[in-house]
C-alpha cells in the first residue's frame, strides 16, 4: 500500500519579544531548510529559552526532530504546541504522524480524527486516516475515507489504488477493478496495478483479460513468482492447458518449494494421463507440507491409476489421518 509524507511547516513569525529570540528563530529556519535539522534545533532551543510561550518555535522544532527520526521528541513539541494553540490542526496532524512511525497507530488515529473535526477539508488527514485503518484491517472504514480524499483530491493515484486494495479486501472485485484501472488511466506506468487488476478480472471469471494485465505486469516485474502463478490459473480456466503448465513450470523454477504450482501442475498431469509426473509433483507438495491431505488422496489416485494398489492405499490413509472427509470411502472401495 502506497503512502505519501505531508509534513507542514510553519512560517509566523515571533511577534513582541525581543529582537535576539525572533533572530534564533529565524536562524532556525533558515538551518531548516537547508537540511540541517540538528542545527535548526539548537537554534529553536536558544528561542525557547528566551520566550517560552510561542507555538511556532515548537512547531518547528517537532519538525525538526522528526526528520532527524526523534519522534518522541517530535510528539512533545507538537503537543506543546496545542497546548499554546489548541485549534491547530497542523500540529495534530504532524503529532498524528509521529505516533504512526513510533507504532501508535490507534493515537495517530485519534489525532487525525481531531484535525478532521478542527477542518474537515484537510485532506491529507483523510489519506492517512484510511492508511492507518487498512493497515488495522478496517477495510470498510478505509474505504470510506479514501473515498472522501478522493472528493477533495480526485487525480490521487495512489488514493485510488489504495481503495483498490482496500475494496479488494472487502471483495468487492467489481469495485476494486474500477480502482485499478482509474490507477492506471491516470498513470500507465503504474506496474503494481496490473497485477491487482489481473487478480480482480481472474476473481470475475473474465480470464482472458487477467492473462493481459498479468501479462503486462511480468513486463514491469519479471521476477515476481506469483505473477506466473496467477497468470497460470487464468490460463488454466480459460482451457489453454499448455500455456497453464508453461506458468507453473516457470514458477516452480523459480521457486522449488511453491506447493501450489506443483499441486496444479500435478493436476494438469493426472488430466492429461502422466500419472507419474503427477505423482511426482504431489511427492513435492507433501516434502513441504507432510500434513497435506489434499495431495496424499490426489496422489493416491496417480498409484491407483498405475497399479500400485498397497501404496494408493498407503496415501488414502495417510489423507483420511490428516482430515480428509472423503478417503475413507476410497478405502472402503479399493482397500478392502
Not at 73 to 91: R, V
Request: glycine share 6%; net charge negative; proline share 2%.
Amino acid at each position: 500500500m502506497k503512502r505519501i509524507l505531508f509534513l507542514l511547516l510553519l512560517l509566523g513569525p515571533i511577534v513582541g519579544t525581543a529582537q535576539t529570540a525572533k533572530d534564533y528563530f529565524d536562524k532556525g529556519y533558515n538551518s531548516y531548510t537547508a537540511k540541517k535539522y540538528a542545527e535548526a534545533i539548537e537554534f529553536y532551543d536558544k528561542a525557547i529559552a528566551l520566550r517560552d510561550d510561542d507555538p511556532n518555535v515548537y512547531f518547528n522544532r517537532g519538525l525538526a526532530k522528526f526528520y532527524l527520526a526523534q519522534y518522541s521528541g517530535a510528539i512533545d513539541d507538537f503537543s506543546e504546541t496545542i497546548k499554546l494553540s489548541p485549534n491547530d490542526y497542523e500540529a495534530y496532524y504532524n503529532r498524528g504522524y509521529s505516533k504512526s512511525e513510533l507504532g501508535n497507530d490507534y493515537g495517530a488515529i485519534s489525532d487525525y480524527e481531531k484535525v478532521l473535526e478542527i477542518n474537515p477539508n484537510y485532506k491529507s488527514a483523510w489519506f492517512e486516516l484510511a492508511y492507518l485503518e487498512a493497515e488495522l484491517e478496517k477495510y470498510a472504514k478505509a474505504k470510506e475515507h479514501y473515498s472522501r480524499y478522493l472528493e477533495l483530491n480526485p487525480t490521487s493515484i495512489n488514493a485510488y489504488f489504495n481503495r483498490g486494495l482496500a475494496n479488494k479486501k472487502l471483495k468487492n472485485y467489481t469495485a476494486a477493478m474500477d480502482d485499478f484501472s482509474k490507477t492506471l488511466e491516470l498513470d500507465a506506468e503504474y506496474g503494481e496495478a496490473y497485477f491487482q487488476l489481473g487478480f480482480c478480472l481472474a476473481k470475475l471469471s473474465r480470464h482472458r483479460d487477467a492473462i493481459e494485465n498479468y501479462t503486462k505486469y511480468i513486463s514491469y516485474y519479471p521476477e515476481d513468482v506469483k505473477a506466473y502463478y496467477n497468470r497460470g490459473i487464468s490460463y488454466d480456466d480459460s482451457g489453454d492447458k499448455a500455456l497453464a503448465k508453461n506458468d507453473y513450470k516457470k514458477a516452480i523454477e523459480m521457486k522449488p518449494t511453491y506447493g501450489n504450482a506443483h499441486f496444479n501442475l500435478a493436476l494438469l498431469y493426472y488430466d492429461e494421463g502422466s500419472y507419474r509426473l503427477a505423482m511426482d509433483h504431489y511427492s513435492s507438495v507433501i516434502e513441504q507440507e507432510p500434513e497435506a491431505w489434499d495431495a496424499y488422496q490426489e496422489r493416491a489416485w496417480c498409484k491407483h491409476a498405475l497399479g500400485m494398489s498397497n501404496e494408493a492405499c498407503a496415501d488414502w490413509e495417510k489423507a483420511h489421518e490428516f482430515g480428509s472427509k472423503t478417503a475413507l470411502n476410497s478405502i472402503e472401495k479399493h482397500c478392502k
